[in-house]
């Protein structure tokens, strides 16, 4: 069964600390993986999307990194801010369907 | 560009009641899809149009109507509402289908509420 697994749940940290979430898949066959940020009442924004071939890609102070061996990818945030509080979701992608995981709450705190 | 947007942000039906959920984008994707988020709960696509006159029904279409008239346009219909309807939706655009490498654009929600 293809699912994609968050963990934690929820996670707080201080401000200016960093933070690793991670997304554990089950999706086969593999195409891609994304991980979004989703702001409290709004949309979801992608951060990253990363193909079969790429194991790190980086936005910013957002590096996602992929093991594609081990099905995990990895969602690091460096130096954390208070606008980082969202909760942050990782998308697998086989080639005819999405799948999303539940999401890690991530608030910073000053 | 405005990106995708949703209207209403918010709404309150009764049940029974029918609603159309109105997306729109301005980027010409044609790709096209409705999302349901519950709490506990990722993502679960209800129906998306991978082009104007196509639909296709996602995980969970039952109770939900879509058309697409306009590359732009993309309304979701409820047809009797039910509390289990209760959730907030979002549309998403892409260039193409975005189980491939495509960006896919989010709207900011319509949160639903039925009592």
């Known amino acids: 069964k293809n699912q994609v697994e968050q963990s934690p749940q929820s996670l707080i940290i201080l401000e200016g600390k960093n933070c690793t979430l991670q997304?554990?898949?089950?999706?086969?066959?593999?195409?891609?993986l994304r991980w979004y940020k989703q702001d409290t009442g709004r949309g979801p924004v992608s951060l990253t999307i990363m193909t079969f071939s790429e194991n790190t890609k980086s936005n910013g102070r957002y590096t996602a990194t992929l093991d594609a061996d081990t099905k995990q990818s990895s969602l690091h945030i460096t130096a954390s801010q208070l606008s980082d509080s969202a909760s942050y979701i990782c998308v697998v992608s086989e080639y005819d369907n999405l799948f999303f995981g539940t999401g890690t709450r991530l608030t910073v705190i000053p | 560009n405005a990106g995708v947007t949703q209207t209403p942000k918010f709404q309150v039906l009764k049940t029974g009641q029918s609603m159309t959920l109105q997306c729109a984008q301005d980027m010409n994707h044609e790709y096209m899809s409705w999302y349901r988020q519950d709490p506990g709960m990722g993502l679960r696509l209800i129906h998306y149009s991978v082009g104007a006159g196509i639909t296709d029904q996602g995980e969970v279409p039952n109770g939900y109507n879509v058309s697409r008239s306009t590359t732009e346009d993309f309304p979701l219909r409820l047809l009797s509402a039910a509390p289990s309807q209760t959730s907030v939706y979002f549309c998403?655009?892409?260039?193409?289908?975005?189980?491939?490498?495509?960006?896919?654009?989010f709207g900011p929600g319509t949160r639903l509420t039925v009592t």
């Open positions: 997304c554990n898949y089950t999706v086969s066959p593999f195409s891609n």
């Open positions: 998403a655009s892409s260039l193409m289908w975005p189980g491939q490498t495509y960006e896919q654009y």
